[in-house]
């Protein structure tokens, strides 16, 4: 039987790179998915791709009310909530300290932290109905340690790590686990596209070739991990950080010609 037959699965920013790849992944264990994010457009475009036990809404994730709304139409559709994903994020343009905006930093923690707070908020009672659940927050590996010209989303995630565990604490005893994904450099758009006001990609300040596992990271490789938290096979797993990486944060691998 697939691991999530007869199960509802938010996902946010269901649209993007990761996002479609865990949206896909979800629905092809025989969840019901709820695809949630502002391009419409494509989020129908999914529905129609993946055909049966698929929704889109509109999600604005720094929105209390477009959350209780979202929430509400996962319920109505297919009569409860049983996991959340809260992966919607935006990365800022490359800037000092000194020279970020802030209203760029504003902007940035709404998204990545205060929209992942809204989530939980918002989906706790819908999880607490339907008996117990999980919520995966997707942080990033820049949550592990400073990373020079992107103050903003290193704060954000570094955030998001501890609202994890927070909310674990508080949400055990109903059955609803919550944990976090740390992706590294994945090979999708966010990385691969300069962001707004940016000329510089973040994949150009990167080359897999001193990782241990010396490739970019897929949206699968994150898909796959994901399923797991957010299933049975770890109903004993609760306030953790799984790092997806490829051995970035470890340091260059040692090759044998340089022993």
């Known amino acids: 039987m697939p691991r999530f037959d007869n199960q509802t699965v938010l ?41 049966t036990r698929a929704l889109a809404v509109h999600l604005d994730v720094t929105d209390e009310s477009s959350w209780s709304a979202a929430v509400a139409a996962a319920e109505e559709a297919f009569g409860g909530l049983n996991v959340l994903v809260n992966n919607a994020g935006v990365q800022n343009p490359p800037a000092t300290v ?36 999980a919520v995966v927050n997707i942080a990033s590996t820049m949550a592990l340690a400073g990373t020079a010209h992107y103050a903003p989303y290193v704060a954000s995630k570094w955030a998001v790590r501890g609202l994890t565990q927070t909310a674990a604490l508080e949400l055990g005893r109903d059955r609803i686990r919550v944990n976090t994904i740390l992706p590294g450099v994945i090979a999708t758009p966010f990385i691969q596209e300069p962001a707004a006001g940016a000329s510089t990609a973040i994949a150009d300040f990167y080359s897999p070739e ?32 799984y790092v997806i990486d490829g051995g970035l944060t470890l340091g260059p691998a040692l090759q044998a010609d340089a022993a």
């Open 98 to 133: 000194e020279d970020t905006d802030p209203a760029t930093w504003s902007r940035i923690l709404d998204v990545n932290l205060t929209g992942t707070f809204l989530g939980i908020r918002a989906a706790a009672p819908a999880l607490r109905r339907a008996g117990g659940g």
């Open 210 to 241: 001193p990782f241990a596992v010396p490739r970019l990271g897929e949206p699968a490789d994150v898909s796959g991990l994901l399923l797991f938290l957010a299933s049975s096979d770890a109903s004993f797993v609760t306030g953790a950080e």
């Open 11 to 51: 996902v946010t920013g269901g649209t993007g790179g990761q996002g479609s790849s865990h949206v896909r992944a979800f629905h092809a264990e025989g969840a019901h998915v709820v695809i949630a994010g502002l391009d419409e457009e494509r989020g129908a475009a999914l529905v129609d791709e993946l055909g």
